[in-house]
């Protein structure tokens, strides 16, 4: 029996913090990489192949928003007080240096930790996620209706994750969820249809940029790698375009006939793209500087 200490086998560990319990798991040894989940996500939620590929570079380690999942606390309707759940639990760990990695609301998370912390991060990946402006792609209405459904199945999974036109995206879709339903034991809590709206709620709020989180975004020396489906149905990709000159020290991934998941669809080539912008990109900011 392998000793080994992979995603489905890593123990659920808290630490307390500020008046509450944060939820997380760690694996694998290196840099440490920070990951903050979806919209109703909890630790159950990423694929262990995604995770387990990052470890074998990375201590990844996966978190609970407080009031989400096993974290106690309030689940608030403020990205930025999600973000604080970050900055709380690196100084909880130890970490003066993280690199900061978010899919979908924790993409919005993710930004939020650059800018209200920039000294902490020194990479952020963004994965299937809204940069903070108003949306003019077409968010489409089945997102939503298959979002907050009270319980979701694989077609409901491969519609919101996938690319359910194409039959690779599909049968990735069926691997993936066949690999995160490997975990049986030491299972964490659902999100509760009171927290979920409260993320509805933080996401609108995001968007609005009522923070500047853009400008930010804009002056940031901080290297940015947005990793998209080109079919997102939630956060269309077009509107990363419209930013595209925009932001110096950002780099846009697209993959194609994917979803609101390219790192679940394509797990090994996500990381392989991960970590050559993580090892490449300072040189290129250097570069770029004329240093």
């Not at 970050?86 to 760990?93: F, R, S």
């Not at 997102?143 to 919101?160: C, M, S």
């Not at 690319?163 to 030491?186: H, M, W, Y």
Request: aromatic share 8%.
């Amino acid at each position: 029996m392998s000793n080994i200490i992979n995603a489905v086998s890593a123990k659920t560990k808290f630490v307390e913090t500020g008046g509450r319990k944060i939820a997380y798991r760690s694996i694998g040894s290196g840099q440490p990489i920070i990951l903050v989940n979806r919209f109703r996500g909890n630790l159950d939620t990423w694929d262990p192949a995604f995770l387990d590929a990052l470890a074998s570079t990375y201590n990844v380690i996966t978190i609970d928003y407080s009031g989400i999942g096993l974290s106690t606390g309030v689940c608030t309707t403020d990205v930025y007080e999600m973000a604080k759940d970050v900055k709380d639990i690196a100084e909880a760990l130890r970490l003066t240096k993280i690199i900061m990695a978010g899919w979908s609301l924790g993409g919005m998370v993710a930004q939020a930790v650059i800018n209200q912390y920039p000294e902490l991060v020194s990479h952020a990946i963004l994965i299937g996620t809204s940069p903070p402006i108003k949306s003019k792609g077409v968010s489409e209405k089945l997102f939503w209706e298959r979002a907050l459904k009270p319980v979701t199945n694989l077609d409901d999974g491969t519609i919101l994750f996938f690319e359910p036109q194409s039959e690779s995206s599909k049968n990735a879709a069926k691997l993936s969820f066949g690999r995160i339903v490997k975990r049986t034991e030491d299972l964490d809590n659902p999100v509760s249809k009171e927290c979920y709206s409260n993320q509805q709620k933080a996401i609108d709020q995001f968007r609005e940029d009522k923070n500047g989180a853009l400008a930010k975004l804009e002056s940031s020396e901080i290297p940015i790698l947005v990793f998209m489906g080109d079919h997102d149905i939630g956060f269309p990709v077009e509107d990363w375009y419209r930013l595209v000159g925009k932001l110096p020290s950002t780099q846009l991934i697209v993959m194609p006939q994917a979803g609101h998941a390219p790192q679940h669809q394509y797990p090994d080539l996500a990381v392989k793209y991960i970590a050559s912008f993580i090892e490449n990109s300072n040189e290129s900011i250097k570069q770029r500087s004329g240093l």
